[in-house]
């Protein structure tokens, strides 16, 4: 499985950006998509993710202002950030799981920057 993310930028408090992450491969054995970011000197969060089954899950730091979502016609997932604040600013990843291995993939990242 190949991910390539995008979208990333800077941009100011309070406001959106949209990242997308095509996948290419063997999308047929993805049980999980989702969003990791890793900040300066922390360690690498989840941010959003959904499975497969419809279950989908959102840091608390997130909730109501971030929404993931997909293309299956593209094989893109998106997540649309809004209400930015200076703590979402980090590098952000999108993740895929296989399904017959537990192997994670991860795209090459992108830098969300947040400030005024």
């Known amino acids: 499985v190949q991910l390539q993310a995008s979208g990333g930028g800077l941009v100011q408090p309070g406001g959106s950006l949209r990242l997308s992450c095509a996948a290419s491969?063997?999308?047929?054995?993805?049980?999980?998509m989702g969003w990791f970011r890793q900040a300066p000197g922390k360690e690498r969060e989840l941010v959003a993710g959904?499975?497969?089954?419809?279950?989908?899950n959102y840091a608390d730091s997130v909730k109501g202002r971030f929404t993931m979502s997909g293309d299956d016609a593209t094989n893109t997932m998106y997540l649309q950030m809004n209400s930015l604040e200076p703590e979402d600013t980090a590098v952000y990843y999108c993740?895929?799981?296989?399904?017959?291995?537990?192997?994670?993939?991860w795209g090459q990242g992108t830098q969300v920057t947040v400030s005024s």
């Open positions: 993740n895929a799981r296989s399904r017959r291995s537990g192997r994670h993939y």
């Open positions: 491969g063997s999308i047929f054995d993805i049980d999980f």
């Open positions: 959904f499975t497969q089954s419809g279950d989908s």
